[in-house]
């Protein structure tokens, strides 16, 4: 009896398992690439790219996430996210939303922002976008979260921030200055118009003090030569007394108003000679 067809399909089934491993060898290949791919992907990624088991530790940082905050790979990898690289105050909070996402009682928050712990115990603002990973059966096995170090624009938008408070403050309080010196110039030019009145019924009293000082001199005169010729037990002569009396208290008030007027002029010479000097 002849070996030939067994000798046949033993040749079928050694190409057929050198077929698979070859194809195994292949698709092993393949994911190999694949997995090389997205590692060079993930190291060139320009944001912060974390893995985080349902344990809260982290399984994969590509190198941003290394460089922001300041640790080895081998450093970061296998420790607990929260427990590393959250600070303190943080930390809780966070923490219950990564737990309560995990498992499953709230969506995933598309974007949020906290800050994480660097090496040199700086605080650093991160932007994070975030997805969760499932099996095939829907249960969530881990988070992927995508950040962005947005420290330096919120320290730009906080002192953005001050500066229009102050310019604001700024703006309120020469809002009061110039209501303030508004109403002080209304008081001075108030004033001003009020001296210059003042000054307008000198310049008018002065000059009618002038106009009057000749006609009470000679009122005067004739009066006092009327007394002085009247009889004493003449009853007119008491009228010419009182006449005299006002008249010399008129004269008075007359030369009283016209020295005023002179002292001002005076002075306002006097001020205006030191004021060209000083120029």
Known sequence: MSNKPAYEELERRIASLEKEVDDRKQAERSLQEERDRAKRYLEIAGVILVLLNSDQTVQLINRKGCEVLGYEPVEIVGRNWFDSFVPEKDRERTREGFIQLISGNIDPIEYFENPVLTKNREDRIISWHNTVLRDQ??????????????????????????????????????????????????????????????AALGKIANRIAHELRNPLTVIGGFVRRLYEKTPDDDAKKNYLRIMMEEVIVLENRVSEIIKVEDDKNELAMANEGQSTKLR
């Open 137 to 198: 059966t829907g249960n969530i096995l881990a988070t992927l979260s995508s950040g962005e170090d947005i420290t330096e624009r919120k320290q730009v938008e906080e002192e953005l921030r001050k500066a229009h408070e102050e310019l604001s403050s700024f703006s309120r309080d020469l809002e009061k200055i110039v209501l303030q010196r508004t109403e002080e110039l209304k008081e001075k030019n108030k004033q001003l118009i009020e001296a210059e009145r003042i």
